[in-house]
């Protein structure tokens, strides 16, 4: 490469938790630059996930870290052109890829539910995700089930 690759930026942890992961979610669920109203939803609707799962005895935000790591795609496929012909080649996912794909999913679904409020449609989404279910569980047991039918083509990875 000719250029130098760039730093890696380093984010601040948030102010109620004091975890960096939940800034990176708060960076990915904000619009327009409005963080703090993102900080407002993401909070509320760890609000809604307390009161949703009383009996569970795990924290909101120890429910909402579990149902992104059953977010969290292991592989994917990508395209790769092999002498005219296109394949769909398994590959792993690198680790910060894994965050980020599981992040986007988990807000991208909570967004297309229906509901109210962003806060309840993000809680929804984060009680299904921790109980394997809904459409971004779903979206990763595509993505599996993609890499499983292709895994002939595992060796053109390169």
């Known amino acids: 490469m000719r250029k130098a690759k760039p730093r890696k930026h380093t984010l601040l942890p948030d102010p109620k938790f004091n975890d960096v992961e939940v800034t990176r ?4 669920l904000m619009l327009d630059g ?3 109203i993102a900080y407002t939803i993401f909070y509320n609707s760890l609000e809604l996930v307390g009161k949703k799962m009383k009996d569970a005895d ?8 579990q149902a992104l790591e059953n977010v969290t795609p292991q592989v994917e496929v990508k395209s790769k052109r092999i002498g005219g012909a296109t394949f769909q080649v398994p590959m792993e996912v690198r680790p910060e890829r894994k965050v980020s ?3 986007k999913n988990l807000i991208l679904f909570a967004r297309k539910r229906s509901g109210k409020s962003m806060a309840e449609k993000l809680a929804g989404e984060i009680v299904d995700a921790y109980n394997s279910m809904g459409a971004a569980f779903k979206r990763k047991e595509e993505m599996h ?6 895994k002939a083509f595992a060796h053109f990875r390169f």
């Open 25 to 28: 979610f708060v960076n990915n």
């Open 34 to 36: 409005k963080k703090s």
């Open 58 to 65: 795990k924290s909101p935000i120890e429910v909402w870290k």
């Open 101 to 103: 794909i599981s992040m």
């Open 145 to 150: 089930r993609m890499a499983e039918a292709n």
